[in-house]
């Protein structure tokens, strides 16, 4: 069983920046590909970008290019998301998950296995 746990999530003025971590245990991340989703109140949980194992494939998603990017320590078991220019728009509960062992980057979020509790990050104008 893998758990997950976001942190590092709070209230920031647009513009300003936030780094989100997600630690893993019970089982290691290192061989796992990882994602990062958000939820807006009302919407539908959206990917926001994606790590490979090696943390040498990433992918994001458009609203993310150039402004976010994802990172992991394995040997710290954790995966980080940090987040700059942002903006109200993007207010919402961040999610990391993890996929199953020796899978490769994913988009869809059905292909996740293990969610964290998620984490809130709150944009004011």
């Known amino acids: 069983q893998v758990r997950l746990v976001e942190s590092g999530g709070g209230l920031v003025q647009a513009g300003g920046s936030l780094r989100l971590s997600c630690a893993g245990s019970?089982?290691?991340?290192?061989?796992?590909?990882m994602g990062w989703f958000r939820q807006a109140p009302g919407k539908e949980r959206e990917f926001v970008g994606g790590?490979?194992?090696?943390?040498?494939?990433?992918h994001y998603a458009d609203s993310a290019k150039g402004r976010f990017t994802i990172s992991r320590d394995n040997a710290k078991n954790t995966v980080y998301l940090q987040m700059n220019s942002l903006e109200p728009e993007e207010t919402a509960v961040y999610y990391c998950?993890?996929?199953?062992?020796?899978?490769?980057?994913?988009?869809?979020?059905?292909?996740?296995?293990?969610w964290g509790q998620g984490t809130q990050v709150t944009v004011s104008s």
């Open positions: 998950a993890a996929r199953r062992r020796g899978s490769e980057l994913a988009i869809a979020r059905e292909l996740y296995d293990y």
């Open positions: 019970g089982r290691a991340l290192s061989n796992r590909a």
């Open positions: 790590i490979d194992w090696s943390g040498g494939s990433l």
